[in-house]
């Protein structure tokens, strides 16, 4: 079987960055204007733009998932091209309405091969790693209900831990889950939050930028050296860089790649944010 591996840019995957995983821009609206997350916005330009809108006091990004005419479009040029069977991989059905607009998509295709779907019940590079385990399982012979366990496995395995120097951003949104009863509570805090069961919940309250980040490094590796591990900001590379190179040193020199948001997420995390996706070993 021909197997291809779907999922959305909240992945914090570009297309074409891995051969065999497709990847569907979720939307992102300044003011009146929409663009393609990572496609027609790139990152770099994306927060470039929200430093000037914020000097300016300008009206802050909203996003929104794509159609799911966009889902079918996807679906059918795929199996158009060989595709007997697909696994669409996607951020939490809880942050966004992008599972249901692919699973909407799916169904106005005709004679539609079979599709499975998975919601990690994360975003970021969760849902990446989630789809890299898909395409492995594949690439090994999985058929599809396979390597969609393969991904669901991973995603479980999978922690996103965010510190981040606001909540407003997350609160605009409407993104705020479980750590909603911090709003209007915050006084100096700066609140680490972790995705769990596919929403925003908060984990500690340190009330220093330093001390956050010790504790993201303690929560890193708190169940002993982790598998992988890959460290997440908007618009703070020094402190994530040092933060990489503290968890690279702890685990034998592993690498520790260092991303720069998308602007999906970014739109919703805000500047100053550093996060960590941690694959715990099985």
Known sequence: MSIAVVTDSASDLEQGQIPGISVVPLHLHFGDEQFNDGVTLTKPE?????DRT?????????T???????FRDIYQGLIDDGADGIVSVHLSGKLSGTLNSARQGASLLENAPPIEFVDTSSASLAVG???EA???AINEGAGVTEAAAAAQEQAGRTRTLLFVETLDYLLRGGRIGRARQLAGKLL????????VEGEVADVERPRTRKKALDRLYAQIMSNGEPERVAILHGQADADASALAKRVSDACGGMVVPIVLSSPVLGAHIGPGTVGATVLRKS
Request: glycine fraction near 8%; avoid cysteine; charged fraction near 15%.
């Open 46 to 50: 994306f927060w470039q733009r929200l």
């Open 64 to 70: 929104s998932q794509p159609a799911p005419g966009v």
């Open 54 to 62: 914020v000097e300016e006091g300008g009206v802050l990004p909203t």
């Open 129 to 131: 790693w989630a789809s």
């Open 188 to 195: 100096r805090m700066r609140p680490l939050l972790e995705l």
């Open 134 to 136: 898909a395409l492995a």
